[in-house]
């Protein structure tokens, strides 16, 4: 029974189970694997962070820019619009692979733009969600991570970095 005493119900008799309370918990399951996985994706960032730290030719200029407190250096010496916009292609691309019903195949619907779109989820607003905020966060991730790089772990010796 629904929340608001109603039964939903169709023709079929399926019904519409969206807002009964058996599917809360199953919603928040999701909901749950899907941040892990979003959080998992941005904290990588700590170890791009790092191989760029590593990797960077002009690595006393990273130095000079944790040593002064310059954020916005790092994140623009970290960033790379070549490469983000190779992973929103490369994401656009796979969520039109998985964003679909595989069994609608040969029940193609064309989109305003003339192409073929079975789409179950807006591919843009995907790759809109990622270019808005998981690189940004992850850009912040990967900034402070820099910014501590050259502190002093514990147990090391007074000097050693």
Same mark, same amino acid.
């Given at each position: 029974?629904?929340?608001?005493? +109603?039964?939903?119900?169709? &023709?079929?008799?399926?019904?519409?189970?969206?807002?009964?309370? *058996?599917?809360?918990?199953? &919603? !928040?399951? #999701?909901?749950?694997? #899907?941040? %892990?996985?979003?959080?998992?994706?941005?904290?990588?960032?700590?170890?791009? !962070?790092?191989?760029?730290?590593?990797?960077?030719?002009? /690595? &006393?200029?990273?130095?000079?820019?944790? /040593? @002064?407190?310059?954020?916005? =250096?790092?994140?623009? !010496?970290?960033?790379?619009?070549?490469?983000? =916009?190779?992973?929103?292609?490369?994401?656009?691309?796979?969520?039109? !692979?998985?964003?679909?019903?595989?069994? *609608?195949?040969?029940?193609?619907?064309?989109?305003? *733009?003339?192409?073929?779109?079975?789409?179950?989820?807006?591919?843009?607003?995907?790759? +809109?969600?990622?270019?808005?905020?998981?690189?940004?966060?992850?850009?912040?991730?990967? $900034? @402070?991570?820099?910014? %501590?790089?050259?502190?002093?772990? @514990?147990?090391?010796? @007074?000097?050693? $970095?």
């Amino acid at each position: 029974m629904k929340k608001n005493g +109603g039964t939903g119900g169709d &023709a079929a008799g399926t019904g519409d189970r969206g807002e009964t309370e *058996e599917n809360y918990g199953s &919603a !928040a399951t #999701c909901d749950i694997a #899907c941040l %892990q996985a979003l959080s998992r994706r941005i904290h990588f960032g700590k170890f791009v !962070a790092e191989a760029k730290f590593r990797g960077d030719a002009d /690595r &006393a200029d990273f130095e000079r820019m944790i /040593r @002064e407190g310059d954020r916005a =250096g790092i994140e623009e !010496a970290i960033t790379d619009k070549k490469v983000e =916009g190779k992973v929103l292609e490369r994401l656009r691309a796979k969520a039109r !692979a998985y964003g679909r019903d595989p069994t *609608e195949v040969g029940k193609e619907v064309v989109n305003g *733009e003339g192409e073929v779109d079975n789409s179950k989820i807006n591919v843009e607003e995907v790759v +809109g969600m990622y270019r808005d905020f998981v690189i940004p966060l992850t850009k912040v991730v990967e $900034v @402070e991570y820099l910014m %501590q790089r050259l502190l002093p772990e @514990e147990g090391d010796v @007074e000097g050693e $970095v």
